[in-house]
C-alpha cells in the first residue's frame, strides 16, 4: 500500500508510521502499544477496516475547523502508547460521526474550556442534546481482536461506571445523552437495562403465621436509573463498531430525568422508554435490533 492511500495519512507521517513499526510512540520516547500499532499499521490486503473507518471519521471532523482538526490529531497521536488514550478520541470520531452522518443530526462539537465539557452538541427540530461519550475499557479492546462469541462477563457495571464517569460533565440544566461505545462484542439490551435499572424483584412482608402487607415491587440497589438520583442524564445509548457500513445500537431512556429526552430524537433505533401512560417501560422500534 502506498503512503498517498493510507487512510490516517492526515495524522501520521511516513516516519510516524516507521516508529510505530519500530514499536515506539511517535511524540514521545515512551513504548508504542501493541495493540495500538496494529490497527495503525496492519495490512489486510490493505489498509485494515477499522483504520479506513477512523480515517473517514477524522476527516469528518476536521471539517468543523482547525481547531477540532487540531485537537483529535494530537489525541490520537498521543495516545499510541495507551490503548485506552487511544481508543478514546477514536469514539468520540465514531460517534460524532455515526450522529452526524448516518443520522442526520446536526452537530458542534464544544471547547474542552467550557465548564461542562460534554464532548458536542447536537440539535434535530426544536431539540438541543448535550452528549457525552464514554468508552469501557474492558469491554473495547482493540477492533482486530473482534470475537462477537466471547464469553464475557456482564457490562452492566462497566456501564454504570461509564454514566458516572460522564455525569460530572454534564450540566444539570441540559438535555443529555452519555453515549458508549464497544468494540469487542455488541453490549446486550439485558446488560444495558440491568446497568440502568436493575432487576426487578417482588418483596411481600412476612411473619410467622404468614404474609403481613401487600407485595411490593423493589429493585436492587446499585441501580443507576432511580428517582431523585443521576437525573441529569436523560438517557443512555450504546453503539458499537462493526465492519459493516453503518454501527448498531439502541437507547435506554431515563424514566427519573430531570430533563427527559422526547422518543422521537431516536426513532431509528431500539428505545427501551415509559409507555404512553407512563407508567411501564417498554421497548420500541426492536424489531429494528441488528
Known amino acids: 500500500m502506498a503512503y498517498s492511500d493510507y487512510p490516517l495519512r492526515d495524522v501520521f507521517s511516513e516516519r510516524d508510521l516507521e516508529r510505530l513499526r519500530g514499536g515506539m510512540s511517535v511524540e514521545s ?35 468543523h475547523g ?39 443530526f446536526s452537530l458542534r462539537y464544544v471547547s474542552r474550556r467550557a ?3 460534554p464532548d458536542f452538541q447536537i440539535h434535530r427540530n426544536s431539540l438541543d442534546l448535550a452528549v457525552e461519550v464514554k468508552t469501557p475499557d474492558s469491554v473495547a479492546p ?32 441540559a438535555n443529555n445523552l452519555v453515549l458508549v461505545i464497544a468494540y469487542e462484542r455488541p453490549i446486550s439490551e439485558g446488560e444495558a437495562v440491568d446497568a440502568a435499572y436493575g432487576d426487578l424483584h417482588l418483596a411481600i ?9 401487600d407485595p411490593y415491587e423493589v429493585r436492587d440497589e446499585n441501580v443507576f436509573f432511580q428517582p431523585g438520583k443521576n437525573t441529569r442524564i436523560g438517557a443512555m445509548g450504546v453503539i458499537w463498531w462493526t465492519r459493516r457500513p453503518e454501527s448498531a445500537g ?3 431512556h431515563n424514566a427519573y430525568a430531570r430533563n427527559r429526552i422526547p422518543h422521537w430524537a431516536f426513532d431509528w433505533w431500539p428505545q427501551f422508554v415509559t409507555d404512553e401512560a407512563d407508567r411501564a417501560l417498554v421497548w420500541r422500534n426492536r424489531s429494528q435490533t441488528a
Not at 495507551?82 to 460521526?97: G, I, K, N, T, V
Not at 464469553?151 to 444539570?172: E, G, H, I, V, Y
Not at 412482608?205 to 402487607?213: R, T
Open 142 to 173: 482493540p477492533p482486530d481482536g473482534f470475537r462477537p462469541f466471547a464469553p464475557t462477563p456482564s457490562a452492566a457495571p462497566l456501564l454504570r461506571q461509564a454514566m458516572k464517569s460522564a455525569r460530572r460533565q454534564l450540566d444539570k440544566s
Open 250 to 252: 439502541y437507547v435506554i
Open 66 to 104: 482547525d481547531d477540532v482538526r487540531a485537537r483529535y490529531r494530537t489525541e490520537l497521536r498521543n495516545g499510541v502508547s495507551d490503548r485506552c488514550a487511544f481508543l478514546q478520541p477514536a469514539s468520540e470520531l465514531m460517534a460524532a460521526y455515526f450522529l452526524e452522518v448516518q443520522q442526520g
Open 29 to 63: 520516547e515512551r513504548p508504542a502499544d501493541d495493540s495500538v500499532v496494529r490497527i495503525l499499521t496492519e495490512d489486510y490486503g490493505g489498509p485494515n477496516d477499522y483504520a479506513v473507518s477512523l480515517g473517514k471519521w477524522f476527516q469528518q471532523a476536521a471539517r
Open 115 to 117: 465548564v461542562p465539557t
Open 205 to 213: 412482608p412476612l411473619a410467622e403465621d404468614g404474609p403481613i402487607g
